[in-house]
């Protein structure tokens, strides 16, 4: 074990990433020679009771990397040495390619129960090969960008800024992690690297070590502040409103470091921002923020609004980075027709659409949603623009469609704004806004 | 947007995996020519409410990566693009080494509140630009170490496969979660990349998808098992004991196929497999066992062989793939210790051990733990081996304490035999095992 272990996947191994059984089905459908078109659908079947809505992230990147699935020769000398695949099936997997249709919600949608946010319509080997790696994908984004919305809906318009890299799941969490923050409206992000990729503000304060590697706070606060005019200070090492007080004489004796904010990181924090904008204003040094941070979560950063903390921005970590109330949402990927049938299992309790599928979200004439419908693909429904769209036809990835990934941020914030108000609520507890069958779903579900 | 977002993040970029603010504080200590060396020590404060105790795991691999961590050209000229930075601290970035020394506990070592898992000694501008990225890294693997521990504890020598890929947050959880859960101690792991490259036996079954596709559950039994002899067929597709039957007419009519257990997936488990085992019991069918899988936790399975439910394996996924009631670990990388002298940060309420430690974990004269001691690094403590030792020296990679982490699985059964019952309960609440402070440590602790 000299050389570390690697963190990366690369192209070629990507397609192992998946459970076994998906590359022994499919050779069992290869050597049954069972090739007819398959739909698969991706759907939750409940809501975490933590959650009114999720927004549906990561499943349009999520189309656009399977559509370019390969199986490299790596991958297959190591399938190869498992003993449990014919070298024809091997040879057949090296040619593999996704040649079927994509179907994607926008990234962003909020979505509800049983609403599809993906469907794949391929050849059975092809779609039932994609289940596991489209649901990891999926789900991180969706499950992050879900927490996070709340967040930024409980902060009122101040800016919520990501400072969670470390308390996320591994690398590509925290990597990608940041374009569901973006999607989900946060400000910025501490984390370098998923704020250069995914295109969101890079922000950072200081560390209580660079404080304590000082001899003095005050010397540590002139020594930065003269670093990067226009910083924010990390005040509570010590004392918060000692801290306070000595960011003010620094201003006094250089006013050109322009201290931009102070952060407050532990205590009660509402009261330290009352304090602590007591002693700013009263030195004239209103123009200075307060930023929080330690362990918030979405119900304590209404509690401190509500109390009327004089809080200009939040930092948040621990809560939002791992979503720790709702770390998972149940996904499913199922066969809901083969061979031109609709196929379902039959769960007692559990609701199962069958057939492709599509989903409407009807308005009033105000703009507002008044209620979701989930009909069969093909059936005429008058309500509005179907959300499910092809983003990947013949196994070719539709650009235009995908250019769409980029607008999540601004559809995100739209969308919220049509919705009744019950449905943007913090409370745990479902919201009354209605998802029905179509009249064919209907009709068809209770016939299967 | 035409080329899909990689997953990957290369070698040269992984330094930018970090927060801003190490950057930042690093060119302040790099203005300031502050080159004393450092102590940070990484350990967690509280233990989660429903866990006992954590398994630490991911800090040999961390300590690995992170002693060969370059900044390479890409990142060098993503840092120049935001403006923060002058190129004389780029051009020192971009010859930056780890040339310092990282104490680790062992791969799979179980700890407690407070106790450090990992130190950095190095000139501060080295250990501080580490904190993020080792964080990360070492939460991921030790998260699901300590709940997969407990699936394997609950099912009390039966095995317990890994199912969850789908369910992990994103690409590098899936993969190195695979190695948390060998060093817990899992029998196998459905994950394909996971159980190649972790060397964990790789499993499979078959997905509803399969038999759904076929127009008689009967025929797909039938072909999957002649597909693979001595597989695993599940059963509760249409109705679960009617699907028993089917297995066992298979077994009449081609005994040769040689199925060698039948999966439970939904609905009441025990009853369930009490139906099954019967019916395979009386067709003379004993030696086929018994696989019940369906959002387990280690509550549910316990529950279950408590019971009396004769099921023979567990798969598991959801629950643990996540670790869902304890997704994250408060984990803290502080600074302990600047140019010899301690430092600490005075938060009320909270412990802060100032100065580089060392853990002792006593034993009695039958090998049982009795109980920890944190002490001084350099104190004498009669109290047998000392658990942190130094992975990397001056930079340099130790090989042969490196190989020590392949070894993770057995220390980990090992250890979980020596501590006193309470430990390994698993309902929530504190054991007794004491964790104390060595009287030099105490004393410090006191006066800083």
Redesign the interface.
Known sequence: ??E??P????DG??A??????????T???W??A?QER?T?SLFFRKMPPARRFMLACGQQ?AA??LS?LRFGDTALE??A??G?FDQGFLDWLGDWRFEGDIWTLAEGTPVFANEPLLEVDAP?AQA?LL??LV???V??ET?LASKAVRLVMAAQGRPVVD?G?????????????V?AYRSAGLAGT?????????DLA?????????I??HDDEREAFR??AR??PGTTLLVD???TLEGVRKVIEIMREEPEVGVKAIRLD??DLGELAKGARALLDEAGLEEITIVASS?LDEHQIATLLEDGAPIDAFGVG??M????DA??I??SY??VE?AGTP??????GKVNLPCRKQLYRRRDDRGRYVGDIIALRDEAVDAGEPLLRPLVRAGR?D?DE??R??EARERVADALERFPEDVRWLAEGESDYPVTLSPELERLQSKT
């Open positions: 074990m000299n570390p272990i963190l990366q996947v690369e191994e990507l192992l990433l998946t459970d076994l059984y998906q590359l022994t089905m050779q069992a459908y050597k049954e069972m398959a698969f990147h656009a990397l370019r190591r399938l040495g498992t449990l059975i039932q289940e596991s649901m990891n994908l789900q991180l499950v400072f890299m470390r308390r996320m799941h591994g690398v590509d969490a925290a990597v990608r992690g374009r501490s984390n370098v690297l998923g704020g250069l990729r995914h890079i922000n950072g304060t200081m560390a209580h070590s660079y304590l590697a020594a930065f670093h990067y090492t010590h004392d532990s205590g362990g621990t809560q980075g791992v979503s720790a770390p998972v149940d996904l199922k066969l083969y196929r379902v299992k039959h769960s007692p990835l650009d995908m250019a990934a980029d």
